[in-house]
């Protein structure tokens, strides 16, 4: 043999020996390190499925030189606590394992450099999902290949495979799903994409008809593991477009471009985030109602808060789950959460939404709000009020509704809906929105502003500010707790220290709280009003005529309805009758009640039009709605007098 020769085979020999070496030495690695990477995903498992567990066993592993084969299983871990139907069973998953450093999989697919190993893996057909198959068409329901690198980074590709149904008429249609992507165990950090192309469900021969399209399902995750033990980084859903038909209710309903968005960023203290929500254009029978969107931000918080305050609120989860007891819960940790809670002030933290908005063709409505927090000082010696007050440094919010944009909205549905001509479905659209505008003018919820509707509230050091009407930190605070049912000392407003503790507990309202109508009140509040109110008695309790003064209505009056036994008026009806020469028509009877579905007009078996509006006070009403209401009620009864006199019957 030539001595070149030899040299050459030797070589041959040598480098084909140590890859077999290698490709041992790997799979036997492999090997060593399955068992410590099943513990920790079990161990991950139990922590984020506290309530049902889930469990991954390795059930074969048959290590070859240049290849191992191996199934695990996926099981539910049932206790006490677990919700029936829970299914039983488990998963089973074949995977091949191809050993390093030169798997033939991953050198198929281009790729040169070595590798630790090429994994493929599916469900395995058992006797518990052959049904699932049976919908697949015998394809694996999932599979996934993966090549991990001696670095740590593992690449991937998973595929969910695609399902149709037909049963009694009815079809599911779904086109499967591709998710690729990345890890990286040192920084565990993620990246992935996902895309499904469609989904369709006819169901129009189901009792409750429906047929639904989604195209277009691209979901984006890209993570690391951040200084503070939480993931940061950005994810997000999208959807191309959704059509849904519903024949038995005569919808059609379609969106374009829905999202959803999260990004979560970090700096060396504290922890920001942005929500993002947004829909392209939505049509629904054929009336374009326009697209919105709204933007949520956290910024500025205290970012070893954030994690105590996680990792404590988990651990109290996962102990309730697990079934113990309220005792067995320790006060301490219901004390570091409220602890942690209030160190999330320590940054000064802000909330704001920039903006909501809805836009259409003719316009755009939106609202933005800003909160701005400070961390009170001594919140022990503080009442809740005193507390709210130091926390809030600054609100700001301000509401802008387009009038073009709402009259168009308003104008395409009278016409589809109720059939107007464009000329009338205008007319109307235009006294809905004079009557829109009063009212917020009446209740100082907006100003009229051109084109728009414009309300702006303020609030700082101790004052608020809504539409320029200041309002006193007291005052705006106090009716909060009042609404949550404490008093400005922390106290449930309804406690009695001096009742008998057999007794049990009376509820205390506020003192502007109505359980009941009484008749002086009612009496005192219309004479504020301007009214000259003539008591007389009626069949169900006292009633109050009033002159008609400028509403047009030849009778005015407020009658309160009494419970015989408890002697209690619970029940209050304002009544407007007009008398005219022609009766009101029917037709604008029914416009008007489309319109005011608050009141109800009607004629009555002297063919007089009436108007008329019942207010109950079970669960207590305040006074200055009351008054609101009267107010608004007086004020559209000379919208109602109009109305009678322009549409007299034919």
């Not at 997000?236 to 309903?253: C, H, Y």
């Amino acid at each position: 043999m030539k001595k070149s020769v030899a040299i050459t085979l030797g070589v041959v020999i040598v480098g084909a020996g140590s890859w077999v070496g290698a490709t041992w030495y790997t799979g036997k690695r492999i090997e060593e390190s399955s068992q410590r990477h099943l513990a920790e995903a079990n161990e991950k498992l139990a922590k984020i499925t506290p309530l049902f567990g889930l469990r991954i066993d390795q059930l074969k592993y048959e290590r070859g030189l240049f290849s191992t084969q191996a199934r695990y299983g996926l099981s539910f871990v049932k206790s006490d606590n677990t919700p029936d139907g829970m299914p039983a069973g488990m998963v089973e998953f074949d995977a091949t394992i191809e050993h390093g450093p030169f798997p033939k999989s991953a050198l198929a697919r281009g790729a040169i450099a070595p590798k630790l190993a090429f994994v493929h893996s599916e469900i395995a057909k058992t006797d518990n999902i052959k049904e699932l198959f049976e919908l697949t068409k015998d394809v694996s329901p999932l599979t996934g290949d993966a090549m991990i690198n001696f670095g740590g980074v593992t690449t991937s590709t998973a595929r969910i495979a695609p399902v149709k149904i037909a049963h009694a008429g009815n079809a599911v249609d779904f086109s499967g799903m591709t998710v690729n992507g990345s890890f990286d165990r040192s920084l565990q950090a993620v990246t992935a994409h996902a895309l499904m192309e469609t989904l369709s469900v006819d169901g129009e021969k189901a009792d409750d008809p429906i047929k639904m399209t989604m195209s277009g399902l691209t979901m984006d995750v890209n993570s690391r593991m951040g200084k503070f033990g939480l993931s940061i980084g950005d994810s997000n859903i999208k959807v191309k477009r959704i059509d849904v038909v519903k024949p038995d209710e005569d919808i059609k309903l379609s969106l374009d471009n829905l999202g959803y968005g999260v990004k979560l960023a970090e700096d060396d203290k504290t922890i920001n985030a942005e929500a993002t929500y947004q829909t392209g254009d939505i049509v629904l029978n054929d009336v374009a109602l326009g697209n919105g969107q709204a933007v949520i931000k956290l910024a500025k918080l205290d970012g070893s808060a954030v994690k105590q305050l996680s990792d404590t609120y988990n651990q109290i989860v996962r102990q309730y789950m697990m079934g113990a007891s309220d005792e067995g819960l320790k006060d301490e940790q219901f004390d570091v959460l409220l602890d942690n809670a209030g160190k999330l002030l320590n940054g000064n933290p802000s909330f704001s939404i920039d903006p909501i908005s809805w836009k259409t063709a003719k316009g755009e409505s939106k609202l933005t709000f800003a909160l701005d927090l400070a961390n009170p000082p001594n919140v022990k010696d503080l009442t809740p009020q005193e507390i709210v007050v130091k926390a809030i440094k600054q609100i700001d919010a301000t509401l802008i509704i387009s009038k073009p944009m709402v009259r168009d909205l308003m104008v395409q549905y009278a016409i589809k809906k109720e059939g107007l001509d464009a000329t009338a479905a205008g007319a109307e659209a235009d006294e809905q929105m004079r009557s829109v505008s009063g009212m917020a003018e009446m209740f100082n919820v907006g100003k009229n502003d051109g084109d728009n509707i414009v309300g702006k509230f303020h609030f700082a050091d101790g004052m608020g500010d809504l539409n320029g009407t200041k309002i006193p930190a007291d005052e705006l605070f106090a009716g909060l707790l009042g609404a949550a049912g404490m008093d400005d000392e922390g106290e449930p407003e309804d406690m009695d220290m001096d009742m008998d503790p057999e007794e049990p507990a009376a509820a205390a309202a506020p003192a502007d709280l109505m359980q009941d109508f009484d008749l002086d009140t009612v009496n005192a509040m219309l004479t504020d009003m301007s009214y000259s109110p003539r008591k007389e008695d009626g069949d169900e309790g006292p009633v109050l005529i009033l002159a008609p003064a400028n509403t047009g209505a030849t009778e005015l009056r407020v009658e309160l309805l009494c419970n015989d036994f408890t002697e209690k008026c619970h029940d209050l009806v304002v009544t407007a009758t007009y008398s005219s020469k022609k009766p009101v028509s029917l037709k604008a009877i029914n416009a008007w009640n489309q319109e005011y579905r608050w009141t109800r007009a009607y004629l009555d078996d002297k063919n007089q039009a009436v108007l008329q509006m019942d207010v109950n006070s079970e669960g207590g009403i305040g006074k200055e709605n009351l008054q609101i209401l009267l107010n608004t009620f007086f004020s559209i009864a000379e919208d109602f007098n109009v109305t009678a006199k322009a549409a007299p019957a034919k």
